[in-house]
């Protein structure tokens, strides 16, 4: 499975608003069963997080990092897919979601050394990088589930597409080049069917 596009598609309608958006679209299928995952590698993800501003341009990030960001996206796409077809929400993937916004304490923890005292500090392990962009997607996706904008929530019609928009007006396609092939299929198919056999 490639990592990069040769020629990336533009952000789907929304995901200008919402990084998560951006980042549930980050696998991407193509016609003929094939797929491109922008999180396919360490390096992709570090690309992507820096690209986003999640994470510095040197934060060399490795396998299990880009494991648990792929994890948490195929949980943040279930849950667009519920909000989009108003149907029940996996309990894992709410739990993934609550697991990551937990991840980076807001305040400063107590502490208590043997020698010294009580004292407050903020952890910073060697995962903070990731505990952060993990924690900013599930923020991002909880603030897109429960926005007014949630409504328009919709997965791209064309196929073989599985990117999410937020719809505008009256498109359903997270692309121009998405809209161009769903008109040509309908075109396609009513040639065909109106051809003599």
Not at 19 to 44: E, M, R
Not at 118 to 125: E, L
Request: net charge neutral; charged share 15%; aromatic share 6%.
């Amino acid at each position: 499975m490639p990592d990069q596009l040769a020629a990336p598609l533009p952000p789907a309608p929304g995901a200008d608003s919402y990084v998560a958006l951006d980042f549930a679209n980050s696998v991407i299928a193509l016609p003929g069963g094939q797929y491109v995952d922008l999180l396919g590698s360490p390096a992709s993800v570090n690309a992507w997080l820096s690209a986003h501003a999640l994470a510095p341009e040197d934060a060399d990030v490795q396998e299990l990092c880009a494991t648990q960001l792929r994890a948490l996206r195929e949980h943040i796409r279930s849950l667009f897919t519920a909000r989009a077809t108003d149907v029940p929400a996996l309990p894992a993937a709410v739990n993934a979601v609550n697991d990551a916004l937990t991840l980076v304490p807001t305040t400063a923890l107590l502490r208590w050394d043997d020698k010294t005292g009580p004292y407050r500090a903020t952890p910073c392990p060697t995962n903070a990088i990731l505990d952060h962009a993990l924690a900013t997607l599930a923020a991002n996706a909880a603030d897109l589930l429960t926005a007014p904008e949630a409504d328009l929530l919709t997965p791209c019609t064309a196929t073989p597409c599985n990117r999410y928009l937020l719809r505008h007006g009256r498109a359903h396609w997270c692309s121009t080049r998405c809209g161009n092939r769903a008109r040509a299929a309908r075109s396609y198919a009513r040639r065909t069917s109106q051809s003599p056999q």
